[in-house]
């Protein structure tokens, strides 16, 4: 089918488009045939999550929001933007002649306001923020390697095991080793956690004489990653009903960002 619809910022290239297409599902050859192009269908949730309308408010050129909908529950289901992101953020470490797995990475979490949507939300009494936490482990180039949304009133020592577990279940612990975090995980439970996994938690606290804005190392890097994926504007509040669904959205925005710089390489 000849694409004749109106360009959008948040589409694909078509160096883009070639990376992503070997990972998509392979049409199956019985049944009734798709009607929609797998490019119209990604472009639309590559939109979905850069400008962050409702499924009814999607542009009338892309496929009708219910497809897309359902696609997009297809792929959350099937985690495959999990699996992408996995591929994007390897290809661009050998490129970078670096080995596909990381041994290193960072931890913390992000408390962000929520709509009036959402049923699993709570108050983090700390930022004064009611909503949820992301809460994500990164490389050292700032890529993400796992992320676990929950309620904002759980602590961060006690999420980071969920987000060590979730880590080693896309089983990518073989060469991790090491884990930068802030003061409020010097905790004997993360210890705890990381070390089922043989990975080592080493605490980076800010200097009590230090006032003001104060870059901490190896720290910043996962703070930059937050700044990444502020940029995506259906994550700048938190508007879904499940916490699968808002993990899906910080996957799609990192693999759109991924996409991206790796296209670079190739140009």
């Known amino acids: ?22 990972y998509l599902p392979q049409d199956c050859p ?34 009708p929001w219910q497809t897309v909908y359902h696609y997009f529950d297809w792929f959350k289901n099937s985690r495959f933007w999990e699996a992408l992101n996995d591929h994007l953020s390897q290809e661009i470490r050998l490129e970078e002649g670096r080995e596909a797995d990381p ?20 108050y983090d009494a700390g930022k004064k923020i009611k909503g949820i936490k992301r809460h994500i482990l990164v490389d050292t180039n700032g890529f993400l390697l796992s992320a676990v949304v929950h309620s904002a009133s759980d602590q961060d020592y006690d999420a980071a095991k969920w987000v060590f577990d979730k880590f080693a279940q896309r089983g990518r612990t073989e060469r991790f080793a090491l884990c930068w975090a802030d003061g409020i995980y010097d905790k004997a439970r993360v210890r705890e956690a990381a070390a089922k996994y043989n990975i080592d938690v080493e605490i980076i606290k800010r200097s ?10 190896k720290r910043w890097v996962v703070e930059r990653t937050f700044g990444w994926l502020m ?36 140009l």
Request: one cysteine or more; hydrophobic letters at 30%; glycine letters at 6%.
């Open 208 to 217: 009590d004489d230090v006032k003001g804005f104060k870059l901490l190392p």
């Open 103 to 122: 041994s290193a990475g960072s931890i913390d979490s992000q408390s962000v306001k929520a709509s009036d949507t959402g049923c699993f939300h709570g």
């Open 1 to 22: 089918m000849e694409n004749k619809r109106k360009a959008y910022p948040s589409d694909s290239t078509d160096i883009e488009w070639q990376i992503i297409l070997p």
């Open 30 to 63: 019985t049944g009734r045939p798709r009607k929609w192009e797998w490019r119209d269908l990604i472009d639309a949730l590559f939109y979905m999550t850069r400008n962050s309308c409702g499924w009814r408010s999607l542009p009338g050129d892309f496929p």
């Open 231 to 266: 940029k995506s504007r259906r994550l700048n509040r938190d508007y879904e009903r499940q916490s699968e669904t808002a993990e899906c959205f910080i996957y799609l925005a990192m693999c759109r960002l991924m996409l991206k710089r790796l296209a670079s390489y190739y």
